[in-house]
């Protein structure tokens, strides 16, 4: 056998790199090293492989070009093995020619790994000869290498028997194909043509890589995604990914639903695509599937950040991967239809040209090499539940897309390849990714990135001396300017400028996205045949109640209809689909013809229409708001004066036919009770009222608010926080806010915090202390002052180490900020926590306890401190010695609850000596199930008496016995402000607590 490195093949032109040899290898016969001097043949001449009984009988053709060469020396490098095809009348046989050098024999292989050549009746007894190409290292050099040294050589799964490092498991041998076990590295067509002669033949390291047929598939595949599309479709910004994660939903089912992360916490995908291709490759193990999922709302550009994808390989970037097949999902699931594997990779329109057997072969061997996109995921009705549908491990056999969909995620189909999902998270499609092993979310544009999309547009369309203007536009309405983190709304904002520059300078972009889309479609719906609007409205309606974005030809008024809309640009032919199907340019835009149906169509009953907003209970929603955007867009389009919104889509005489939809959603708004919405859809009925322009709407919304709004756990994105902050700032009335868990971005919470009608906030910690160096950087002293008063943490419940880590940076700011001259001393978050609860449970409790009791006296106010914990904090004797040296600090604290902390006698007495530093001001004392003990019980009856102000004692579900309990009885006499005490214990016979109950009526039992 004659081996090269059995790494992945490289990219073409690329030089292979050699597999390092093991430093330390067994000492047995079996593993025997690799790297030790040995007395081998040395190999100077032409070597012949084929059949045993033609080997001996016919002559193999020497190149002319060896007899040339002068005799190497024996220290000659193996690299430079060099095959030599022969004439094709002896296509039985193979020469290599071998310059000097040693060769290794081993005769225990009977099967054979990519890249290794098998010579049979090799004489001596052999069964086998292993030629290894590559340098035989000594034993007293380091081997150096460019990966990562090989200790030992697994066993394979299926040859539990061998321990050879060249003998590959039966697993691995369909992923190798025929060509790669003669050849790996590049040639031209010229250079391996077999009518050739041998003597034009030059010597080269360099071996064929693939087949023809899969060298033309890939060409062409890689000539495809290096098209980039003309106008706006081809402006690609670089959007920044962010690592997210599932969560359990806060009802009682087993959902999942995406966490929303504080900014602190959020993990930007800093290496790009390569750190998103390689997110798991730590844990991967081989042949196995590696399922990643990119998440985000419409239009935040996943679709485009999948085709970035599809062009950084075709351009090189991506070696790893031998073919990228990216397909979007729009242009699958069609009812009835079955589907095979090679089906789905190469349907007719998605592959530039029709695809050999041959072709489909070699993805099959090597899916390792394939990378597998399912844009638009959840556009496919079949989604729901395939991951526990049944498949088999079969790709030639057909199946539905369900089935074919089940057999990829359950890594029986393709298994080794890597399947990457754009989608965006919504219903149960998060039970189908929790699965997946690793997920990002597209953030969006930053404003900078909003900025650059800006300059970009104008400069592709060749108004460059548009640009400056056109931003100008777009921060003079900053509700817009909150849109622009959707690539989509920020290309619209960039059409309508672009229309409004041309007719003079006097152009002003409207303050709501229902007027960007009049304004966009206004133009178009002039010169439309007659119905075409309307139409087209119609069918973007039936197609999102189905959950599709995709439209066929026949599906059109006519074909004039389907020219105006291609022309005009509302749709598009599918990029990567069959030509036949068109895609509406995006998600708002059909949300929009959606709300316009809505708001013209006769077949949907006036009482009807309030259902359709998403401000009612799930179970009486007509439909599943998949078209989310279409709410906004109807109040939008009913109730905003008629000559510039619907009168200027479909005349004002068609228009009359809103006013009665009109009268229905005032009343059905004005019924709503703002402050008895849950806060999400508290949110949407401020996006209803803002794109309404309706001032008796919007005032009795603004009345209705309550005075403290929580927002905890319900993210907030900018236009949802300029909404807010509009809201809250006509109200005149002043508020509380809580935004703690909301993902809201440093810019939006100093916008809200910094309202002079915010009196008190609540945020993330570590946001609120970014937003403060913020400000200080800034030097904005008098907003960081009031920002300081507002902030408070009460209550303060810990419940993770980054809780712990963030208060004792809190208390950081306060110390630094004491010692110095210039600034004020105590922090008002910080001087005024009254309660804080400590819940981090057996695990990380004892460690993030001691963190915790080091900036304890820092709370001067405290009055609470529950240590207590359903998975139990057991913080043990060491950490009630802790918290016993800071009680001479804590002179406010009234309950202190130590319920199940695995406290012993040793922990209760030295709890006993500290609370006299307490006895003017705890209240209420909790020992609850601990391993005190009678020393224990008996310290605490020591003390009892100095403990003033002490109320109520809780030392149920000890060890203590009869002994202890009538000490702690006997104690108790002398204590007549204690009110109740709690000691039933199984350690003490029931008889003896009745008897202690009837001495003591303050004594509680159970």
């Known amino acids: 056998m004659i081996g090269e490195s059995v790494e992945v093949l490289e990219e073409a032109g690329q030089k292979s790199q050699?597999?390092?040899?093991?430093?330390?290898?067994?000492?047995?016969?079996?593993?025997?090293?690799?790297?030790?001097?040995?007395?081998?043949?040395?190999?100077?001449?032409?070597?012949?492989?084929?059949?045993v009984s033609d080997s001996l009988a016919q002559p193999c053709p020497a190149p002319p070009a060896l007899f040339n060469k002068e005799s190497a020396s024996s220290q000659t490098r193996l690299e430079d093995t060099v095959l030599m095809p022969g004439p094709p009348s002896s296509s039985l046989l193979s020469c290599f020619s071998l310059p000097a050098g040693s060769i290794q024999i081993i005769p225990t292989v009977s099967t054979l790994p990519q890249g290794l050549w098998q010579i049979s009746g090799a004489g001596a007894g052999l069964s086998s000869i292993v030629i290894y190409r590559g340098e035989m290292p000594q034993a007293s050099q380091t081997p150096t290498s460019s990966g990562p040294p090989v200790h030992n050589f697994p066993k394979s799964p299926d040859r539990p028997g061998s321990t050879s490092p060249f003998a590959p498991s039966a697993a691995d041998l369909p992923s190798m194909p025929e060509p790669a076990l003669t050849s790996r590295a590049n040639l031209t067509e010229d250079e391996t043509s077999p009518t050739q002669s041998p003597a034009a033949l030059k010597p080269s390291s360099k071996l064929p890589r693939w087949p023809e047929s899969v060298e033309q598939f890939c060409r062409s595949l890689r000539d495809k995604y290096q098209a980039k599309p003309a106008g706006p479709e081809g402006i690609l910004v670089e959007v920044d990914l962010v690592r997210v994660r599932l969560e359990r939903s806060s009802s009682k089912g087993q959902e999942r639903e995406l966490a929303t992360l504080d900014w602190a916490e959020r993990q930007p995908a800093r290496g790009g695509l390569a750190e998103v291709l390689l997110a798991t490759s730590d844990r991967r193990r081989p042949r196995e599937t590696q399922v990643i999922a990119v998440l985000g709302k419409a239009g935040q550009g996943k679709s485009h950040w999948a085709q970035a994808v599809s062009w950084a390989w075709a351009c090189g970037?991506?070696?790893?991967?031998?073919?990228?097949?990216?397909?979007?999902?729009?242009?699958?699931?069609?009812?009835?239809?079955?589907?095979r594997l090679q089906d789905l990779l190469f349907s007719p329109g998605l592959q530039p040209r029709p695809v050999e057997d041959e072709v489909f072969s070699y993805i099959l061997r090597r899916p390792d090499r394939i990378l597998l996109i399912l844009d638009a995921f959840e556009e496919l009705e079949t989604q729901d539940g395939f991951l526990h549908s049944a498949c088999g491990p079969g790709s030639a056999e057909p199946r539905s897309l369900r089935g074919l969909l089940a057999g990829l995620f359950q890594r029986k189909v393709l298994r080794g390849c890597t399947l990457l999902l754009t989608a965006r998270p919504r219903g149960r499609l998060a039970q189908s990714l929790s699965k997946a092993d690793a997920m990002f979310e597209v953030a969006g544009f930053s404003a900078q990135q909003a900025e650059t999309y800006v300059m970009r547009y104008f400069e592709t369309s060749g108004a460059t001396e548009h640009q400056k203007r056109a931003l100008a536009l777009l921060q003079a309405q900053p509700f817009l300017l909150s849109h622009s983190h959707s690539p989509t709304v920020c290309r619209a904002v960039c059409q309508l400028s672009e229309a409004l520059l041309e007719l003079g300078d006097e152009a002003e972009l409207p303050s709501t996205l229902t007027g960007l889309y009049v304004g966009l479609l206004g133009p178009a719906a002039h010169d439309s045949p007659p119905g075409a609007l309307v139409g087209l409205a119609r069918l973007a309606w039936d197609l999102g109640r189905r959950h599709h974005s995709s439209l066929r030809e026949d599906q059109f008024l006519s074909a004039e209809v389907r020219a105006w809309a291609v022309a005009r640009g509302l749709v598009q032919p599918t990029r990567g689909g069959p030509e036949t199907e068109l895609v509406f340019s995006s998600f708002l835009l059909q949300c929009f013809l959606g709300a316009l149906w809505l708001a013209l169509s006769s077949e949907i009953k006036d009482k009807e229409l309030p259902q359709y907003l998403a401000l009612t209970p799930r179970k009486k929603r007509p439909y599943d708001n998949w078209l989310e955007g279409v709410p906004r867009f109807l109040v939008g389009l009913v109730f905003q004066p008629r000559p510039r919104c619907l009168g200027a889509l479909v005349g004002l005489a068609a228009a009359t036919s809103a006013d009665r939809k009109q009268k229905v959603l005032t009343r059905y708004l004005k019924r709503l009770q703002p402050g008895t919405l849950q806060v999400g859809r508290l949110l949407e009925l401020l996006h209803c009222a803002h794109e309404a322009l309706d001032a008796g709407l919007w005032q009795h919304v603004l009345h209705g608010l309550p005075a403290r709004l929580s927002f905890l756990g319900t993210r907030l994105s900018p236009p949802d926080t300029y909404v807010l902050g509009s809201a809250l700032e006509a109200a005149g009335r002043n508020f509380s806010l809580d935004l703690r868990s909301t993902g809201i971005d440093p810019t939006g919470l100093g916008t809200l915090v910094g309202l002079s009608c915010v009196t008190h906030f609540r945020a993330t910690l570590s946001d609120t202390v970014g937003l403060w160096e913020s400000l200080q950087q800034r030097g904005e002293a008098k907003l960081l002052r009031a920002v300081e008063e507002k902030f408070t943490i009460e209550p303060f419940k810990a419940t993770s180490m980054k809780d712990v880590e963030d208060?004792?940076?809190?208390?950081?700011?306060?110390?630094?900020?004491s010692s110095s001259e210039d600034t004020a001393g105590e922090l008002p978050a910080v001087r005024d926590l009254k309660k804080l609860e400590f819940a981090l449970g057996s695990a990380l409790g004892p460690q993030a306890f001691s963190k915790l009791v080091r900036i304890l006296e820092a709370f001067s106010s405290l009055q609470h401190l529950d240590l207590d914990s359903l998975s139990e904090n057991k913080i043990g004797d060491e950490g009630v010695a802790q918290l016993s040296a800071t009680f001479p600090q804590l002179k406010a604290l009234e309950t202190l609850n130590l319920s199940q902390n695995n406290i012993t006698d040793v922990g209760a007495c030295k709890l006993a000596k500290a609370l006299p530093s307490l006895a003017a001001s705890l209240v209420r004392l909790s020992l609850y199930n601990n391993y005190i003990c009678d020393a224990g019980a008996e310290s605490l009856a020591h003390v009892l008496p100095d403990m003033v102000s002490l109320r109520v004692l809780d030392v149920?579900?000890?060890?203590?016995?009869?002994?202890?309990?009538?000490?702690l009885t006997a104690s108790l006499r002398k204590c007549p402000q204690v009110e109740t005490l709690a000691m039933w214990t199984p350690t003490i016979p029931f008889g003896v607590q009745e008897h202690l109950q009837q001495l003591d009526s303050r004594i509680i039992l159970r």
């Open 317 to 339: 970037q991506l070696p790893q991967y031998d073919f990228v097949f990216c397909i979007p999902c729009h242009c699958l699931d069609h009812r009835g239809d079955t589907y």
């Open 807 to 817: 208060l004792g940076n809190l208390v950081q700011i306060q110390r630094t900020r």
């Open 956 to 967: 149920q579900y000890n060890k203590f016995t009869a002994a202890g309990a009538q000490q």
């Open 18 to 51: 050699k597999r390092p040899f093991p430093e330390e290898l067994p000492a047995d016969l079996k593993h025997r090293k690799l790297a030790e001097p040995l007395t081998m043949p040395m190999v100077t001449d032409t070597f012949l492989v084929g059949p």
